[in-house]
């Protein structure tokens, strides 16, 4: 059982957009930046947002991150399906003293 | 470009030991934490702990403590990460990452190295 909830599955269609939801507490979320990671077969995961909001540099400005509360948000426009992924929330909570993640959200371009 | 280079596959038996390594390029690897992650099959990702190889201080998740060591050689620029009383749920891929430090951002990661525990 993850700490941070996110659904398991989303899909959208190519050049559409879709949002992937980051449930979390105020001892997580509520107090921390938010990470966002995306992790495809046979690479190595990579960092799309941190800091909640920010890409790092190589990263395109399709891919969005916001917080509201104790929830988080990634945002992707323009759909590809190389985007097909397995995407991931990331923090640190407080009250564990442990970085926490969300328990994956499996991306499908349909 | 910073790059992790982890070490490769192991199979261990139950109650056995495994370490493994995280080898760094690219930057001063003194000035960001290590942390480690694993994933198990079918699962998702599991925060470890960290170690800040400048002070060799580490920290660790409540359910690694004491089954969990993290060690550095700096002169090599290399982390190592090592479970003890290994189980079959110990099965999983390893990855260590770089994190700025102070922040529970993983902003690289290495390959990651697959471990599997069986009798």
């Known amino acids: 059982q993850s700490v941070l909830t996110q659904p398991p599955s989303v899909s959208a269609a190519p050049g559409q957009k879709v949002t992937i939801s980051c449930s979390g507490t105020s001892s997580n979320i509520g107090r921390n930046f938010v990470c966002w990671y995306r992790l495809r077969p046979g690479t190595a995961p990579e960092l799309l947002i941190y800091e909640s909001n920010k890409r790092p540099s190589g990263i395109p400005d399709r891919f969005s991150g916001s917080t509201s509360g104790t929830s988080a948000t990634l945002g992707i426009t323009g759909l590809q399906t190389g985007d097909e992924a397995d995407y991931y929330c990331g923090t640190w909570d407080n009250s564990l003293s442990a970085g926490v993640f969300g328990g994956g959200t499996k991306l499908t371009v349909l | 470009q910073v790059h992790l280079v982890q070490s490769g596959a192991e199979v261990r038996k139950p109650g056995t030991s495994v370490k493994v390594s995280c080898k760094t390029s690219?930057?001063?690897?003194?000035?960001?934490?290590i942390n480690w992650v694993r994933q198990a099959t079918g699962q998702g990702l599991e925060w470890m702990g960290w170690?800040?190889?400048?002070?060799?201080?580490?920290g660790f998740a409540q359910r690694f403590q004491g089954r969990v060591t993290m060690t550095r050689d700096i002169s090599i620029s290399t982390a190592y990460m090592e479970v003890s009383s290994l189980r079959s749920e110990d099965t999983a891929v390893y990855y260590c990452t770089r994190n700025p430090r102070y922040t529970s951002s993983h902003d690289y990661w290495g390959q990651g190295t697959p471990v599997t525990v069986s009798s």
């Open positions: 170690m800040n190889p400048d002070s060799g201080d580490t």
């Open positions: 690219g930057y001063t690897f003194t000035n960001y934490d």
